[in-house]
């Protein structure tokens, strides 16, 4: 008999192909793998707590070793994709909530929110698999099972930390109905590769709602921005990552009654800290930044255009399936939201796609030559230019883990970075 944990630490964990999505914990049958967190590195690392049965379903269904988009998108679309920076698509689409108070408090623009509260009002979906922060534990983010409109509505908002969202499919399984999930790329991937081998997801799950991302910071750098503010964390209430208005930013909430809020842009947070370290290492091998096998895709509108006049949030969307494009062509029917088609060249642009797409491959390759385990993922890949190269070369400069614990050398960093410009 196989036995999950060496398998999993051997061809998953020990080489850092953990993209941390909590699939493993949700589809094992023995419920015997749990997520914890490894202080040192800032991340979760799946634990074999029960006895295992060696049915390796949890290796199946790792999306950190093997993503088939190949299979995959003609499984989900019936065809290769139409367009190699966005992968298969429907429409493309700019809009925004009607709701103002859910525009206003979500990241940008409150589309997720609204579908997600259209789908369960109209009977389409019994809950949706969200995010959301632990009460408790007000620094730790978990995955939650919302069942009502106000639980939707209490789950708005990024959070940039690590997430195994796909510990809740346990949740799915275990319930009648049907249930949107909403996800990373790397969430999703582990969801479509499971939905292969059960037939119970693959009928319980109505709906993917995909998020753009570029990476996720690690725990690291949540403390960092704690330490900065000389906040002790067990003096944090709550912390909302985004909302009020857009870019909106970080509001931290003390024991004491305090309120405080760190723009999106400062450098402590995505103006410098975010952007430039505490990204795990499986995140720098993710090829697919905008969720291709989603049903729609969520992000932001980082365009000239929304940047100078929008304050209250904007959305960019791809559906990718018939389904999901009827849905939002019915939301916003319902009055729920308000969108038009846009070109698909502005996503490109708002997202730096091709960039990201060479940047990807520059640092893949790195790793195969430096003859490093890589995930597999059956497509092409854009040739890297030689400035990706060196922009690889200084992410991993940046993130190694003796820089992404020392918290001295990283402001030293920021700080000598906003001189030279």
Not at 36 to 60: E, F, H, M, Q, R
Not at 69 to 78: D, Q
Not at 228 to 254: C, E, F, H
Request: glycine share 8%; proline share 5%.
């Amino acid at each position: 008999m196989i036995v999950m944990s060496s398998v999993l630490f051997r061809e998953v964990i020990d080489p850092r192909l953990c993209t941390n999505c909590g699939t493993c914990v949700g589809v094992c049958p023995e419920s015997a793998i749990t997520m914890n967190i490894d202080a040192s590195k800032g991340v979760y690392i799946p634990t074999l707590t029960g006895k295992c049965n060696g049915c390796g379903t949890c290796i199946k269904v790792c999306p950190g070793l093997v993503v088939d988009f190949k299979e995959l998108n003609l499984v989900l679309f019936n065809k290769s994709p139409n367009d190699y920076l966005l992968g298969n698509y429907v429409h493309c689409y700019v809009g925004y909530a009607t709701d103002y108070r859910v525009r206003y408090n979500s990241s940008s623009g409150g589309l997720v929110t609204s579908l997600l509260l259209f789908a369960l009002d109209y009977g389409m979906i019994d809950g949706a698999l969200v995010t959301k922060m632990d009460d408790k534990h007000p620094l730790i983010s978990l995955p939650y099972l919302a069942r009502s409109r106000q639980d939707i509505i209490s789950a708005a908002g990024s959070k940039y930390c690590p997430n195994p969202i796909n510990a809740g499919l346990k949740h799915i399984i275990k319930h009648q109905g049907r249930f949107a999930v909403v996800g990373l790329p790397c969430h999703i991937h582990g969801i479509r590769k499971a939905q292969l081998i059960l037939e119970d997801l693959k009928d319980k799950i109505a709906f993917c709602f995909g998020l753009a991302c570029h990476s996720t910071p690690s725990f690291k750098a949540t403390e960092y921005i704690l330490k900065n503010l000389g906040i002790n964390r067990q003096d944090v209430v709550s912390i909302a990552y985004r909302g009020k208005g857009w870019p909106g930013g970080m509001t931290i909430k003390l024991r004491n009654g305090t309120e405080l809020f760190v723009p999106f842009k400062s450098t402590i947070y995505w103006g410098r800290a975010f952007t430039l370290f505490f990204k795990p290492f499986r995140c720098s091998l993710c090829e697919d930044k905008t969720n291709e096998l989603a049903d729609v895709s969520f992000m932001d509108a980082w365009l000239p255009e929304f940047l100078e006049k929008d304050k209250i949030g904007t959305s960019l969307i791809i559906s990718r399936s018939k389904h999901g494009d009827e849905l939002i062509r019915k939301a916003k029917k319902e009055g729920y939201i308000e969108v038009s088609t846009i070109h698909c060249d502005a996503i490109i642009r708002s997202q730096a796609l091709e960039y990201a797409k060479r940047s990807f491959a520059a640092r893949y390759l790195i790793m195969k030559a430096l003859g490093k385990r890589v995930p597999l993922y059956n497509k092409s890949i854009l040739p890297p230019k030689l400035h990706n190269f060196r922009d690889a070369f200084l992410f991993y400069l940046r993130n190694n883990p003796y820089i992404s614990k020392n918290y001295r050398i990283i402001t030293a960093l920021i700080k000598l970075a906003r001189h030279r410009r």
